[in-house]
């Protein structure tokens, strides 16, 4: 399926050998789906980095965070009977689901968009207490008023949630939590306010009724949120069919707010497609894209820890205001970029 995305030729951009673990004993397994800002005049990442012992045969090892935030390595025999693996990602041992790997946030930048490395004197971002303890994913920043919003998966034995840490110079970070409970992820705060209101998408989650379909809440402050409303969900036959989440914060157009986000179907296929919202109340979808506008295709995007994935939660808009820049996770593995033409998503858009 041909897609309209114009992919980096120097893909990929990161790969897990480009970075050094955080840690002695620890390997870095992926780097995955990061935010993307503007700031001291460099295109910045904050990347998630994916960590985990090496892995020696006859067991399986994974390191978690204690309340206090050591790290602790667990490690099980693949003949235990109380074990299941049979996905990389979360392995299941006596009824509890653990994740493979551990993960916090890293930032990198670039002069031209392309070369990354890492800048002196910035923090990692770790988990921090007892709702992080399987680490933080998949960080997406908005900028209102001088401040960064971020917003990422808090993960842990309680469940997985969206937390919130905001910063003015990238050094010092103030934490406010967790600021949607358990199952919620993907949440992507609007980079204006609308009535005096702040927005922002995000993605509660149900095995029984309902589905993974995504929604929309209004803040008075950024931190409290209600008024959710239900906007996207999972269309049966379609590229999107098993789950739908947002990307970064939507573009503001002439003709409404675009988001570009991910789906995927019963095969984990994650594709990106497009839907508009109205500007003045953006819980109104006008349109939305029925052929993804990036399927994984390229061979970086079909193998690797987990292939046949693109998911993004970060862009750039180029002063052209037409060209947006994503960078990309590709099959949980690696990070790449692309390019689109905010004119052809539209035409694509019913």
Known sequence: MKDIAKRFERNPLLSPQDLTPSAKGLEITSLLNPGVFRFKEKIWLIVRVAERPKQVA????????????ATEI????????????????????????????????????????YSFYEPENYPLLVGEGILETFGIEDCRVSKIEQIYYLTFTAVSDNGVGVGLRTTTDWINFQSHGMILPPH?????????????????????????????FIWIASSPDGIHWGNHKCIIKTRKGFWDSKRVGAG??????KEGWLEIYHGANAENQYCLGAFLMDLKDPTKVIARTEAPIMVPTATYEL???????????????????????IYYGASDEVVCGAQFSIKAIFLLLK
Do not use: M
């Not at 006859?58 to 206090?68: A, D, E, K, M, R």
């Not at 996905?87 to 006596?94: A, L, S």
């Not at 705060?189 to 609308?194: L, Q």
């Open 248 to 253: 970064a914060a939507p573009i503001k157009t």
């Open 74 to 113: 667990i490690e099980i025999n693949t003949s235990d009977p109380d074990l299941d693996a049979r996905d990389p990602r979360v392995i299941t041992y006596k009824g509890v689901d653990y994740l493979t790997t551990l993960s916090h946030l890293r930032l990198l930048c670039s002069d031209d968009g």
């Open 58 to 69: 006859g067991v399986i090892s994974f390191p978690v965070l204690t309340q206090t935030g």
């Open 184 to 212: 919620n992820k993907d949440c992507a705060i609007f980079e204006e306010k609308i009535e005096g209101l702040y927005y922002a998408l995000h993605r509660p989650s149900s095995v029984e009724i309902g589905g993974n």
């Open 303 to 325: 193998t690797g820890f987990f292939g046949n994935v693109v998911f993004t939660n970060g862009h750039i808009l180029e002063p052209d205001g037409d060209t947006i820049t």
